[in-house]
C-alpha cells in the first residue's frame, strides 16, 4: 500500500484552489496591516537576531530535513512534502503563539514579515535545491517540469504584493489599518480553515489510508524543527525570550502556501499533501502545548 502512496491525487477542484489562493493572501494583507517599515529598521539595528532567525530558518531547517530524510529514506511524496513545508517561510500564527509563551512579539512580527520577503527567493531556491540533491525527489520534479519562474511568480503573488499593499496603507491610514486588521483577520483564518475541513471531507477515505505512515515523520520533523531554532538561539547567546520566539518561528511554518504550491504543480500529489496538511494540523497542536508550557515558566536572563 505504501508503494501506492506515490500515485495518491487528493481531490482539489480549480474553484476551491482560487479560493485558497485569495484566502492566503488575504491573510497575508492582514498581516502585512500590522506591519510598518520600523519594524525592519528595528531588525536591522539587531543584526546578530536578523542572521541567527534566517539561519534557523531558511539555512538550518531545510538542510536538517534533507538530513533526516537522507537517515530515514521516506517515500519520495512524503520526502518532497517535508521540503515544501522546510522550505516555506513561518507561519502567520507564530506571532500569536509567540505573544502567549511571552517571547519578543516584536521580533516575531519583524521575523515573519522580512522572512516572508526573503521567502519569495530563497523558498524556490531551497525547494529546487533539496529536491534535486535526493535521486528519488529529483525524479519526481523531472516528471513534472517544475519551472522555478513559475514558484517564484506564485509565492511573488500570495506573499509578496499583499506583504507591500498592507504595509503601504498601514502608512497611509494607520487607523483605517488596525480596523481591516481586526476585520480580516478572523474572516480570512475561517476561510481558510472551512477550506481545509472540505478538502478533508472529500478525501477521508485517502487519509484514513495514509494517515498513519507520516504520522510519526510529522511528529518529529516538527519537534526537531522547534529544537533546532531554540539551540541555534542558546548557541549565539540571545535572551531566553528571543530564544522562544526564534523556536516558535523555527516550528510554525506556513503549511497553507505549501499546501497550495504543492496542489497548484504537483495536483496534489498524495504523500506531499498528506504530509504538509499533517504538518498544518500538528504545529498548531504543538505550538500552543508549548506556548502555554512557556506562558508558565518564569523568565531568565541570557546574554546577548
Not at 215 to 236: S, V, Y
Request: proline letters at 4%; hydrophobic letters at 55%.
Amino acid at each position: 500500500m505504501i508503494k501506492q502512496l506515490d500515485d495518491v491525487q487528493i481531490q482539489f477542484n480549480s474553484n476551491e484552489l482560487w479560493v485558497l489562493n485569495l484566502a492566503l493572501a488575504v491573510v497575508m494583507f492582514g498581516v502585512a496591516l500590522g506591519i510598518s517599515v520600523s519594524d525592519f529598521k528595528r531588525l536591522l539595528k539587531q543584526p546578530k537576531i536578523v542572521l541567527v532567525g534566517l539561519l534557523s530558518q531558511f539555512v538550518a531547517l531545510p538542510l536538517l530535513t534533507f538530513l533526516i530524510i537522507i537517515c530515514i529514506k521516506p517515500q519520495p511524496s512524503i520526502a518532497l512534502g517535508m521540503m515544501m513545508v522546510a522550505a516555506c517561510p513561518g507561519g502567520n500564527i507564530s506571532n500569536f503563539m509567540t505573544h502567549l509563551a511571552n517571547g519578543n512579539t516584536a521580533l516575531s512580527v519583524s521575523l515573519t514579515a522580512f522572512g516572508t520577503l526573503m521567502a519569495i527567493v530563497i523558498t524556490p531556491i531551497n525547494f529546487q535545491l533539496y529536491g534535486n540533491l535526493y535521486q528519488p525527489t529529483a525524479e519526481i520534479l523531472k516528471s513534472v517540469q517544475l519551472q522555478p519562474f513559475q514558484l517564484v511568480k506564485l509565492v511573488l503573488l500570495i506573499l509578496g504584493i499583499p506583504l507591500v499593499l498592507g504595509m503601504f496603507l498601514r502608512h497611509k491610514n494607520k487607523a483605517l489599518a488596525d480596523r481591516l486588521s481586526k476585520l480580516l483577520k478572523p474572516i480570512s483564518i475561517l476561510v481558510f480553515a472551512a477550506i481545509v475541513v472540505i478538502a478533508f471531507t472529500n478525501n477521508l477515505e485517502v487519509f484514513n489510508n495514509y494517515i498513519h505512515y507520516v504520522l510519526l515523520i510529522g511528529i518529529a520533523h516538527n519537534l526537531l524543527a522547534i529544537l533546532l531554532g531554540f539551540f541555534i538561539a542558546k548557541g549565539f547567546r540571545l535572551t531566553f525570550r528571543d530564544q522562544k520566539t526564534i523556536a516558535i518561528e523555527t516550528g510554525i511554518q506556513n503549511s497553507g502556501l505549501g499546501l497550495l504550491l504543492i496542489f497548484t504543480f504537483f495536483s496534489g500529489l498524495g504523500g506531499m499533501a498528506i504530509m504538509a496538511a499533517f504538518w498544518g494540523i500538528w504545529h498548531i497542536v504543538s505550538g500552543l502545548l508549548l506556548a502555554f508550557f512557556w506562558s508558565y515558566k518564569p523568565s531568565k536572563a541570557t546574554a546577548v
